[in-house]
């Protein structure tokens, strides 16, 4: 339904209840998201973001609501990714002739998709645009979340839209922050932010300094996801500062697979360890875990403890996708460790070691491997090397 969310601007949006995948397969969205578009009337008339392609039907149905699509003057493309540029198609069909707004490299992604030649404005930070009785500001937002990531700032009505960041996968009939449920928001908030923007962190830091030092004020903070922060908007920026220094919560998390109940038995006593040194823990069996759950609650802890039996002379494959992650991700300020069981060679534990060291995970202590089963020394070591993690987590 469309919202008309302050005078003269209206989401125009679309909620993807279904959703359940994104990046293909590579994020999960338990619940589901929206593609958030804006449309500003003034004397000119602007569409901020589009949605995914697929929505584009029900997509216009809802511009239509507001305005004849052939009226749109401007269309602002903060960033190319298809969930926000896929309804640009459908759009310019009818106002073949409105200016595309893109960022620098904007210029090369949004063309790169589409390949129209359309009218494309390219901007830059502090660029304006007059709209009437209002003004389009710019702000580059380089690797939030991609190179060509942009800004749009609604001078007079004091709206940000930053297109993917403070945004959530949430689906809800619900528009704004006040109106929905805290703990589902923050989960989905964070999940989002540890997932997509956690190898960024550094930039997320310097672009919220960067734009709170312009001194826009700032009513209204309208992602491309999600609901709308308008009550105290700026605790989303403020939750993003501390995300993005990662400084870790005094907390493990537990991630192993097993073959025969060995090196599950030993998770659980390395729990036992991180328990009786007081940090609480979680433990993930990497076959059936939700991935992108357990990375938000890698990001939150610590600690990250990781146990494979040996296979093949290396760790076994279900934790490959997780040792990629973590390369990815680029975790900071975490310490780890490693554990397993072995019949016969025993290599897996070193080599998760030396690739939490590749990843800038400090070992803490010295892997423990069990021949076999574990015997109650292999277990108790287990417990030690629990121990071991909680002090460097609290000493961290
Ligand atoms: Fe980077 Fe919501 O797409």
């Not at 403020?238 to 030993?266: C, F, H, N, P, S």
């Not at 900071?332 to 690739?355: D, L, P």
Request: hydrophobic letters at 40%; proline letters at 5%; aromatic letters at 10%.
């Amino acid at each position: 339904m469309v919202t008309e969310i302050c005078e003269g601007v209206y989401w125009v949006g679309v909620v993807d209840w279904a959703l359940r995948h994104f990046h293909g397969y590579e994020l999960s969205t338990p619940r589901g998201s929206t593609y958030n578009s804006y449309l500003i009337k003034d004397e000119k008339t602007v569409l901020v973001d589009t949605v995914w392609g697929p929505f584009a039907d029900e997509f216009l149905a809802n511009v239509r609501e507001v305005v004849d699509p052939a009226a749109i003057d401007i269309v602002v493309a903060n960033h190319a990714e298809s969930d926000h540029s896929g309804g640009l198609p459908a759009i310019m069909r009818h106002c073949p002739e409105a200016t595309v707004v893109v960022s620098k490299r904007g210029a090369e992604s949004v063309p790169g998709h589409y390949h129209q030649d359309w009218n494309f404005k390219v901007v830059g930070t502090g660029d304006k645009i007059n709209i009437g009785q209002h003004e389009l500001v710019f702000v580059e937002a380089p690797m939030l979340h991609w190179p060509d990531s942009m800004f749009t700032y609604l001078a007079g009505k004091n709206l940000l839209m930053p297109n993917d960041a403070f945004g959530q996968h949430y689906a809800t009939d619900k528009r704004f922050n006040d109106e929905v449920d805290q703990h589902e928001l923050y989960e989905e908030a964070l999940r989002y932010y540890a997932n997509i923007l956690t190898p960024f962190s550094e930039m997320v830091i310097k672009k919220i300094d960067e734009v709170l030092a312009l001194g826009l004020p700032v009513d209204m903070i309208a992602p491309s996801h999600g609901v709308i922060w308008r009550d105290d908007p700026l605790q989303i920026v403020e939750k993003y500062k501390e995300w993005a220094a990662q400084k870790g919560e005094q907390r493990a998390v537990i991630l192993y697979d097993t073959m025969w109940q060995g090196t599950r038995l030993m998770a659980e006593a390395v729990g036992a360890g991180l328990a009786a040194e007081g940090v609480p823990y979680k433990i993930f069996y990497a076959p059936v875990a939700e991935r992108n759950q357990v990375l938000t609650e890698i990001f939150r802890a610590k600690a990250v403890v990781v146990g494979s039996p040996t296979v093949n002379r290396g760790y076994i494959s279900t934790l490959g996708t997780y040792m990629e992650d973590l390369r990815g991700l680029g975790f900071k300020n975490k310490v780890g460790a490693a554990f397993g069981s072995y019949g016969w060679s025993g290599e897996a534990v070193k080599i998760i070691e030396e690739h939490l060291e590749r990843c800038k995970i400090t070992v803490a202590a010295p892997g423990v491997r069990a021949k076999w089963q574990p015997t109650a020394d292999d277990l108790a070591a287990c417990a030690e090397l629990g121990r071991e993690v909680a002090r460097a987590v609290k000493g961290a």
